[in-house]
C-alpha cells in the first residue's frame, strides 16, 4: 500500500451474521479499510471504548440497542465519528426518525447488493470529499458541463441533458427533475427569492459567470448521473428531511402534510422519479444535488437517503 494513503477504520454492527460477514469481506477486499465487527449495539459500544475508528455503519432493527439510538450515543461520546445506517426495510418509514435523529445517511439492502455503490459513499464520507459527479465514476468516464446563467436558459439546458443520456422511458421526468433542480438552484441558492412570493419573482435577470448554476452529466454502462450546483449554500440537512417527511407524512385526513408546501417540491420530486438522490452541503458556500438513474432494474426498490453536510 502507498504510503500517503490512509487507511479508516468501520465499525459494522449488524445482528445477521451473513450480512455482516457479506460486507466486512467486501470492505476488507480494499486496503484501505480496516474492518471491525459487532453484533448489537452493546457490544458495539464496548468495542468503541478501546478501538478507535473513523465510521460506525449500523443495522436499523437489531435485538436491544437499535441503530438509531446506536448513532445517537455515538453521537454524543465520539463527534467525530462518521455515522451511516442500513437497512433491509422501506427508508420513507424512517424519515421522522432520521430527522429527529440527525442522520442523513441511511444505505439499503438492495438484492443484489449494491457494493459499488456502499464504497463510494463511504469513500466520499470517510475522505470528507463529497462534492463531484467525477466521485461516482471511473476516471475515464467523460462529463459535459453547462453553465446556467438565465432563466430562460433552464428547459435548454435539461432538454440538452435528456438527450445526452438516451433514456426514453424516462426521459420526460428526467427533463421535469433537472428543470426543478435548475430552478431552485437559481432562485433559492443564488437569488435568494422567497417561495411565498413567487408571483413577484424576477425572471429578467443573467447570472455573472462566477455565480452561474453549474450542471454536469455523466454516463457510464450501468448508470447516468447528473449534478446542479450553487454557490449560495442555503440549504440545510435538517430542512432536506423535513421537507422530504412532509410529503410522506399523512394528517388525519389522509393527505401528505406538505399537500400545500410552497418549498421542497424540487426535492421530492427527485426522490420519487430517480433512482437516487444525492444532497451535498457545504454551508454558506455551495449545493451540490446529484441525480442518478441506474440503467437497469437491478436496484430499484426502497430508496436511500444521501444528505450531506459539512
Do not use: C
Not at 486496503?31 to 459500544?45: H, M
Not at 465510521?55 to 455515538?74: A, C, E, Q, T, Y
Not at 438492495?110 to 456502499?118: A, G, R, T, Y
Request: negative net charge; proline residues 3%.
Amino acid at each position: 500500500m502507498s504510503e500517503n494513503r490512509k487507511t479508516y477504520k468501520i465499525l459494522l454492527v449488524d445482528d445477521d451474521q451473513l450480512i455482516r460477514d457479506m460486507i466486512s469481506r467486501f470492505l476488507s477486499m480494499d486496503e484501505r479499510y480496516e474492518v471491525i465487527t459487532a453484533a448489537n449495539g452493546s457490544q458495539a459500544l464496548e468495542l468503541l471504548e478501546s478501538h478507535p475508528v473513523d465510521l460506525v455503519l449500523s443495522d436499523i432493527h437489531m435485538p436491544g440497542i437499535r441503530g438509531f439510538d446506536l448513532l445517537k450515543i455515538v453521537k454524543q461520546r465520539f463527534p467525530n465519528i462518521k455515522r451511516v445506517l442500513i437497512t433491509a426495510y422501506n427508508v420513507e418509514d424512517y424519515l421522522d426518525l432520521a430527522l429527529n435523529y440527525d442522520i442523513g445517511n441511511i444505505f439499503v439492502k438492495s438484492v443484489p447488493f449494491n457494493f459499488s455503490e456502499l464504497d463510494i459513499i463511504l469513500n466520499n464520507l470517510l475522505e470528507d470529499n463529497i462534492f463531484g459527479i467525477e466521485r461516482h465514476f471511473a476516471k475515464d468516464v467523460s462529463i459535459q458541463q453547462f453553465l446556467v446563467r438565465r432563466p430562460d436558459n433552464l428547459a435548454d439546458v435539461a432538454s440538452k441533458i435528456v438527450s445526452i443520456v438516451d433514456d426514453a422511458e424516462r426521459g420526460k421526468k428526467l427533463e421535469l427533475v433537472v428543470v426543478e433542480l435548475l430552478t431552485n438552484a437559481m432562485f433559492y441558492g443564488i437569488r435568494q427569492e422567497n417561495p411565498e412570493n413567487r408571483q413577484h419573482w424576477d425572471f429578467e435577470f443573467e447570472l455573472p459567470e462566477n455565480a452561474a448554476v453549474e450542471t454536469a452529466v455523466a454516463v457510464d454502462s450501468e448508470k447516468y448521473a447528473v449534478s446542479v450546483i450553487d454557490r449560495g449554500g442555503r440549504l440545510k440537512k435538517q430542512d432536506v428531511l423535513y421537507w422530504l417527511h412532509r410529503q410522506i407524512a399523512r394528517n388525519d385526513n389522509g393527505y401528505p402534510l406538505g399537500l400545500f408546501d410552497t418549498h421542497g417540491r424540487g426535492l421530492f420530486i427527485a426522490r420519487r422519479y430517480i433512482d437516487r438522490l444525492i444532497v451535498n452541503i457545504d454551508r454558506d458556500q455551495k449545493t451540490e444535488l446529484i441525480i442518478i438513474n441506474y440503467l437497469n432494474q437491478d436496484y430499484s426498490g426502497s430508496k436511500p437517503i444521501y444528505i450531506n453536510e459539512i
